[in-house]
């Protein structure tokens, strides 16, 4: 069926004509069976019809049928769009990506770890990102942070994938249902259809499932929540690396994780979803995993389209079979019968109007701002056809072609040409006048600059420049260049080095003082290698901030009664 998603046909009605062999054998055997029944008495017919076809005779008419329905489907002109433009795809589709930050997301199943397989998965989705889609992004862990909210910026969406690695939230946990909240809420107000991609291993543990269970029931019967799962991992359990050479440990123990795909399919029937395993979408868009339909094009659009046609292949697969059910017959007044209706219908479409064709070619090239490409389409549409109204159409848009690629003075003409044609004066009057005094104007400059260079000439060789001329001129001031061996404190005064060594040392004072009456009213760093360099060092300290926390911790903070993986 995906095939035959983007197939349309030019000319639908021509598909009627498969019925008429139909009719034809209906009628046939209506009246052969007539004229028996009145010749003989119906229950001897069995014993007086002799088969009066045989074998090579039914398998040519088989040939000639097969040829005969490809023929008409060539004559209904099968095509697909190569491009459709976005003002044509009105189905709007929201999606927020939801990813498990918890501790088990960076175990490493096979080279990379879970978060960055997530990450893989959905560079590769915005390699072909759909025009109607848009999507955002949160992750969670104890606490769920909103990344991006829902946009079809493409640019902007890469930026955020491609440093998603580099997220460190603040706090230990698995809030699923806090996040799953959050995405509804993102997508409340959205009119379009709504859609959650949820990427974790399942490895919650049983208080927080529990509650994103409770959350997705809730929900489940007002229908609001489309939900789609990709579980991340493996099945073999793995240990959950901390630093760069230990593992987890909790009371001596270490911990290992894996994928619970029992769970994540569990709570995707629940919400009447759809799950996959991350390592089955390797070549799957975005829009087959959530699966969309593309959007169908109306047919009064169908002029804006650049069109694939395909109709020489039914064309050509018809000739082939009535030539070899020709052969097969060997009856000289059917091949002449067969000949004369393949040369008839393969007339029918070699007399097709190419002005359409031509026509959307270039509607679809202007609305590209593929100038060029348009006006010759433009040009072969006006020349393609003998009816007054078409060519003046096409010669109008002509017009604007050559408005578009700035030659004014050919696009009046065009304009003409088109008003001559039988288009409304009160469109090619006011596009004619903006193309002349365009054009007036462009006459204009060039003559000023002819101008600006005769005086200019003209003036280099009436006055010469005195020889001291360049002696005249002031040098450049320049600032002295200081020593490279002296501090910059050692261009200051004495005095002034020891005012600011007194103001340096009352701020530290002051400092001192707030931390021990409240230190809750100062930002204080853990590290001094804080300073946000691009957008997920600003994000690791905003988290912190957004967890209730006025401080960047070393590391993620335990929520209490939480799992801490």
């Not at 269970?213 to 359990?237: C, M, P, Q, W, Y």
């Not at 003559?447 to 200019?456: E, K, N, P, W």
């Not at 001031?477 to 404190?489: A, F, G, H, R, S």
Request: aromatic share 10%; net charge neutral; hydrophobic share 40%.
């Amino acid at each position: 069926m995906k095939v035959f998603d983007s197939l349309y046909l030019r000319e639908p009605l021509w598909l009627f004509a498969l019925l008429i062999p139909l009719l034809i054998v209906f009628m046939v055997y209506y009246h052969q069976k007539k004229i028996w029944q009145e010749i003989a008495d119906e229950s001897l017919l069995p014993w007086l019809q002799v088969p009066s076809q045989s074998s090579r005779q039914i398998l040519s008419q088989i040939f000639f049928a097969l040829a005969w329905a490809l023929l008409c489907l060539a004559l209904a002109g099968p095509r697909s769009p190569q491009k459709i433009p976005p003002a044509l795809q009105t189905d709007d589709v929201a999606v927020i990506a939801i990813i498990d930050f918890s501790q088990s997301m960076k175990a490493v199943d096979e080279k990379i770890n879970r978060i960055v397989q997530a990450q893989n998965i959905l560079k590769y989705w915005l390699e072909k990102f759909p025009t109607q889609l848009r999507m955002g992004l949160i992750i969670y862990s104890g606490y769920s942070h909103t990344l991006l909210i829902p946009t079809k910026d493409k640019d902007l969406l890469k930026h955020y994938v491609t440093q998603l690695h580099q997220f460190t939230p603040p706090t230990l946990g698995n809030n699923l249902a806090v996040s799953l909240q959050a995405a509804i809420g993102q997508l409340k107000d959205f009119k379009g259809k709504k859609q959650i991609v949820l990427f974790s291993d399942g490895d919650l543990g049983s208080k927080a499932s529990d509650a994103a269970e409770g959350f997705i029931a809730h929900i489940s019967a007002d229908k609001i929540l489309n939900l789609t799962v990709i579980g991340v991992g493996r099945s073999e359990a793995v240990r959950i690396p901390v630093g760069t050479y230990q593992s987890l440990t909790v009371e001596g123990k270490v911990i290992v994780s894996r994928r619970q795909t029992g769970w994540l399919k569990e709570i995707t029937e629940q919400a009447g979803g759809t799950y996959h395993n991350a390592e089955s979408l390797p070549d799957e868009k975005l829009e087959q995993v959530l699966g969309l339909a593309k959007p169908r094009i109306d047919p009064e659009f169908n002029h804006q389209i650049l069109w694939n046609e395909y109709f020489f292949i039914p064309l050509s697969g018809g000739i082939l079979l009535s030539l070899l059910a020709l052969q097969i017959s060997r009856k000289t007044p059917y091949k002449l019968t067969a000949l004369s209706l393949i040369f008839f219908l393969s007339g029918c479409y070699s007399s097709h109007d190419k002005y359409f064709e031509y026509f959307s070619e270039g509607v679809n090239c202007y609305q590209m701002k593929d100038y060029a490409c348009a006006q010759q389409s433009f040009a072969s549409a006006a020349w393609s056809t003998e009816n007054k109204e078409r060519r003046g159409k096409a010669v109008f848009n002509l017009a604007n072609t050559h408005f578009k690629l700035g030659d004014y003075e050919q696009a009046s003409i065009l304009f003409q040409d088109a008003a001559s044609l039988g288009v409304p004066e009160s469109k090619t009057r006011i596009n004619q006048s903006f193309a002349d005094s365009l054009a007036k104007s462009i006459r204009r400059h060039f003559a000023d600059i002819a101008r600006t260079m005769q005086r200019a000439d003209w003036l280099s060789s009436a006055h010469k420049l005195p020889e001291d001329f360049d002696g005249r001129i002031a040098e450049g001031i320049y600032l002295q260049q200081m020593d490279k061996t002296k501090t910059i404190l050692s261009g200051l005064m004495p005095s002034e080095q020891q005012l600011l060594i007194e103001r340096g040392i009352k701020r530290i004072q002051s400092i001192d003082k707030t931390k021990t009456l409240s230190a809750s009213g100062v930002w204080v760093s853990a590290k001094q290698g804080h300073v946000p360099q691009q957008t997920s060092g600003l994000f690791n300290r905003l988290m912190s901030i957004e967890a209730g926390l006025h401080y960047v911790p070393d590391e993620a903070i335990e929520i209490e009664g939480s799992r801490t993986w």
